[in-house]
C-alpha cells in the first residue's frame, strides 16, 4: 500500500503557490533566455576585437549602438584609432565614396578584425554607388542622434592625430571639408587632409553568422581567377562600380592580367563589327565558369577615326561618328575606346605592375583588341600595342591577341 502524505490545508495552498511560483519563474527564465538568444547583443553591450593594428590597438573595444540596424546590430569603436595608424580623410576632395578613409576601412582594416566572417555590409547613402561597406565612419545626423549621443559624443584625452574623429558626411556647400568630431565631444568641419583627425570605426554584426560562401564585395585591385579555353588567367577589378555601354551600373569590372596571343583568335577574317566577330564568340566559347559574373551590354555605338601614342591616351585624339547597330550583352569581352580612355592608367600594365610594362612584345602579343570599329574600309579595328599606341589594325592581324575583361556581381 502506498503512503499518503496529509497536508494542513494552508500548507498545502503554500506548497501550490511556491510551485507555481517555480513553474513560472522557470517559464520566465527561458522565455527572458530566448528574447536574449534572438537579440545577441543589446545597446550598450560591449565587445572585444583583434585587428592588425599595433601601437596599443592589437585589441579594440566595441560598444553596441543600435540592435536593429540595416537588419544587424551596429558596434562603433571606443576609441580613435590616430592619424598614424591610419589615414587622412582624403587629399583634397570630400566625397566619402571615394575618399582615403573609405579604401583603408574596407580594403585593408576589414580584413584584420577577428569577426570579420560576421560583418554584414551596408548600403551608405552618402557613397552614391552600389558598393556596400563592411566597415565605416558614422554620418553627422548618426553622431547627432540623441539615442546614440552618450556614446559617440563621449570625451577623451586627445592625443596627437587624434584630437578629432571623421564622420562620412562632407559639409554643404563645400568641396573640401568634412564633419568631424572633438574630443570634448562638440561637432566641428575641417579639410579633409587634416593630419589631427583620427577614425572611430563603426561596422553592422548580422543578426546570425554570415556565409561567407554567398557573394562577395569587390575593390579596385582584388583578383579573380578564370579559365578561358582551359587555361587560367588572373583577372584585377580596375573599377568596382562599372558603367557599361548601355549606362548600367553593372558591377565590378575585372581586366585580364595578361594578353592571349592572336595565334588563339584573330578579330576576324573579314569584318570589324562586334557582334558578329570571330574573336567575340570564342570568348563566348571559351568561358568555363560564368558563376559571379553579370551580362553588361557591350553595344560598339560609334566608328572613330584618329590614334594617340606615346603610351598615353586622350579623348581629343579621336573624332567619332554614331553607327546603327544591334545591342550585344555579354559575359566576356573586350574594352570600348572609349573604356580605354576611362582606364587610360591600366592600359600598358599587366600582371598587376603600377608602372606600365606592356614594352616588349611576342610574336603573336604585340597588342591587344578593342572593340571598337575605325572608320574607313569596315576591316580596322582599335588596338592597344606595345609602342604606346592606340590605333586601327587590320581584323585578321593574328600578331594582335586579346585581354578579356568581364563584370563581377557586386553584393
Keep these: 500500500m502506498r503512503p499518503v502524505i496529509r497536508m494542513k490545508r494552508k500548507h498545502a495552498l503554500a506548497a501550490v503557490f511556491l510551485t507555481c511560483s517555480a513553474v513560472s519563474f522557470l517559464l520566465g527564465f527561458s522565455a527572458h533566455a530566448e528574447t536574449r538568444e534572438a537579440d545577441r547583443y543589446r545597446k550598450g553591450d560591449g565587445l572585444q576585437v583583434e585587428t592588425g593594428l599595433s601601437d596599443g590597438f592589437e585589441t579594440m573595444g566595441f560598444t ?60 551608405l547613402p ?45 559639409r554643404e ?33 548580422g543578426r546570425e553568422k554570415a556565409d561567407t560562401g554567398q557573394g562577395k564585395i569587390w575593390y579596385e585591385g582584388d583578383t579573380q581567377e578564370r579559365m578561358i579555353h582551359g587555361k587560367s588567367y588572373t583577372f584585377r577589378c580596375v573599377d568596382p562600380n562599372y558603367c557599361d555601354a548601355g549606362m548600367n551600373r553593372a558591377g565590378a569590372l575585372f581586366l585580364c592580367d595578361s594578353i592571349i596571343g592572336g595565334d588563339e583568335s584573330v578579330f576576324d577574317e573579314n569584318h570589324n563589327g562586334w557582334e558578329a566577330s570571330d574573336l567575340r564568340g570564342w570568348l563566348k566559347e571559351g568561358l ?12 560598339a555605338g ?41 582606364y587610360g592608367k591600366y592600359l600598358w600594365k599587366l600582371d598587376g605592375s603600377e608602372t606600365d610594362n606592356f614594352n616588349l612584345a611576342g610574336s603573336h602579343v604585340m597588342g591587344y ?10 576591316k580596322l579595328c582599335y588596338a592597344v600595342t606595345y609602342d604606346g599606341r592606340v590605333a586601327p589594325e587590320q581584323v585578321d592581324n593574328d600578331r594582335i591577341g586579346n585581354r578579356p575583361a568581364f563584370v563581377a556581381v557586386q553584393e
Aim: aromatic share 12%.
Design 288 to 299: 568555363a565558369d560564368s558563376e559571379g559574373i553579370a551580362r553588361a551590354e557591350t553595344t
Design 64 to 123: 553596441c549602438l543600435d540592435s536593429d540596424y540595416q537588419g544587424g546590430y551596429l558596434f562603433v569603436a571606443d576609441e580613435v584609432i590616430p592619424y598614424a595608424l591610419s589615414v587622412r580623410y582624403g587629399l583634397a576632395d570630400n566625397d566619402y565614396g571615394t575618399s582615403d578613409v573609405r579604401t583603408w576601412l574596407n580594403q585593408y582594416f576589414a580584413d584584420t578584425l577577428s569577426v570579420t566572417e560576421e560583418l554584414t555590409a551596408v548600403n
Design 126 to 170: 552618402e557613397t552614391g554607388d552600389s558598393v556596400s561597406d563592411k566597415v565605416f565612419c558614422l554620418s553627422i545626423d548618426e553622431v547627432k542622434n540623441p539615442v546614440y549621443k552618450e556614446i559617440v559624443r563621449k570625451v577623451w584625452t586627445p592625443r596627437r592625430g587624434m584630437r578629432y574623429y571623421w564622420t562620412r558626411s562632407k
Design 173 to 205: 556647400n563645400t568641396t573640401n571639408q568634412a564633419y568631424l568630431v572633438q574630443y570634448n565631444g562638440h561637432i566641428a568641419s575641417s579639410r579633409v587632409s587634416l593630419t589631427e583627425a583620427g577614425i572611430r570605426p563603426a561596422f553592422v554584426l
Design 369 to 378: 583588341w578593342l572593340r571598337t570599329p575605325a572608320a574607313r574600309d569596315g
Design 302 to 342: 560609334y566608328t572613330y577615326a584618329g590614334k594617340s601614342s606615346d603610351y598615353m591616351i586622350s579623348e581629343r585624339k579621336f573624332t567619332k561618328r554614331r553607327q546603327p547597330g544591334n545591342k550585344t550583352e555579354d559575359m566576356l569581352f573586350c574594352l570600348s575606346l572609349e573604356e580605354a580612355i576611362r
